[in-house]
């Protein structure tokens, strides 16, 4: 059974930071897309940041320059370190294994942002 587990989430202020963790066992770090995703209140999910199992990584538009991706190969673990938070970075962020049409998802961790 495939586990991505997350961390990390918590309540902030504007401007503040968070860092994110979500582990994973090897078999899925290392061959599959990580991604983290993130849903507020009445909205579709969305994606945030995804790195590749080469280390290339994309991240949004809206958190471009405030979101880094990362892995940590050592102990299987992708790390979203989230800075200069604003209060619409608020919701629900879930990590996310992707391969092909294989997708694992985590449960979520919430992140409040208050003005």
């Known amino acids: 059974q495939v586990q991505l587990v997350e961390s990390g989430g918590g309540f902030v202020q504007a401007g503040g930071s968070l860092r994110l963790s979500c582990a994973t066992s090897g078999s899925i770090f290392n061959y599959y897309n990580m991604a983290w995703y993130r849903q507020a209140p009445g909205e579709k999910r969305e994606l945030v940041a995804l790195i590749r199992p080469d280390g290339t990584a994309n991240v949004e538009d809206s958190v471009k320059g405030r979101f880094t991706i990362s892995r940590h190969n050592a102990n299987n673990t992708v790390i979203l370190q989230m800075t200069s938070l604003k209060v619409d970075d608020t919701g629900v962020y879930f990590c996310?294994?992707?391969?092909?049409?294989?997708?694992?998802w985590g449960s979520g961790t919430l992140v409040t942002v208050s003005s």
């Open positions: 996310n294994a992707n391969r092909g049409v294989v997708d694992f």
